[in-house]
């Protein structure tokens, strides 16, 4: 005879013993569809919202850098010729120094 | 399970925000995901909590559902891997003791042996929660194989599937745990 099967037949004892408590529902309890729907609801809201604000954030930032990259070119494009850095051509012509 | 409803186009019509088409949804997934949280989760532990958060994560990823394989057994997997992460989050308990037993559980255990009775439902609620008991010193997925196996009666290849796990892996853990829950139940009958 198995020594083990002692412990085993008492295993499956207590499992069959306990098998009506592992049985699911067919159906779910009153109110609960309800509940999820209302939560899907609120997340496909919270999730389309973020959306929104994720596409003005992303066209903001576009907007700044086409802003950023102008100014830098018009700056860049006005200084040439120049010998001076900006900073430098305007305290030049801030003290009225004579470089020459 | 499920030919009970057109599964693919309920899934189109909820994509096109047809919320009719989720409630046939929860209904037709809501017993496939109730049998495998009261198999894998404690009896104590909030049913209902776990079973709105596997629907909530089963719409989550829908997109992610590709329709080689039914719809419940997707969720199924999806449902064992929550109750899993839930295991885990809880503190394994250390073994148990006979005087560790509520006097349900101790009858339930000296009852086992009269196996071909039919349990009344004290009985059987006392046989869980020192089932329970056993399997708390297992990790989670050491007790949720144990319960496909013995409780279940499920293939080792559908175990494979549902786990991910190879078949000599199955074999090895169960080749593991059973001394360890032979032990223990050895200790609950010496102590008694």
Redesign the interface.
């Known amino acids: 005879m198995n020594p ?1 099967s002692k ?23 009153y109110g ?2 309800t ?3 209302a ?3 609120t ?1 496909n809201g919270q999730q389309a919202e973020m959306e929104r604000i994720g596409w003005r954030a992303l066209l903001a930032s576009l907007a700044a850098l086409v802003i950023a990259v102008t100014v830098t070119l018009g700056m860049s494009y006005s200084d040439r010729g120049s010998e001076f850095e900006p900073g430098v051509r305007g305290f030049v012509q801030m003290e009225n120094v004579q470089v020459s | 399970m499920d030919e009970a409803i057109d599964v693919g186009a309920c899934l189109q019509r909820w994509k096109e925000g047809d919320e009719a088409a989720a409630e046939e949804l929860i209904r037709h997934l809501y017993p496939v995901i109730s049998k495998i949280v009261r198999t894998h989760l404690p009896r104590r532990d909030d049913e209902k909590d776990l079973v709105q958060e596997v629907l909530m994560k089963t719409f989550a990823k829908l997109h992610q559902f590709k329709g080689d394989a039914p719809l419940s057994h997707w969720v199924s997997r999806l449902a064992l891997t929550t109750c899993l992460d839930r295991l885990r989050a809880q503190k394994i308990r250390p073994e148990i003791r006979r005087a560790d037993l509520t006097p349900d559980e101790s009858e339930a255990f000296d009852a086992a042996w009269l196996s071909g009775s039919s349990p009344d439902a004290t009985d059987a609620i006392g046989a869980r929660d020192l089932v329970d008991k056993i399997l708390a010193s297992l990790s989670p997925e050491d007790r949720s194989l144990i319960l496909m196996v013995d409780l279940e009666g499920r293939s080792l290849q559908e175990i494979a599937e549902t786990l991910g796990w190879s078949i000599s892996k199955i074999k090895m853990r169960l080749f593991r745990v059973r001394p360890q829950l032979r032990q223990m139940i050895r200790k609950l009958e010496e102590s008694q």
Do not use: H, M, Y
């Open positions: 083990n412990e085993d037949e008492k295993w499956q004892c207590l499992l069959q013993q306990s098998a009506p408590t592992f049985a699911g529902t067919a159906e779910p309890p609960f569809v509940s999820i729907l939560r899907l609801r997340e």
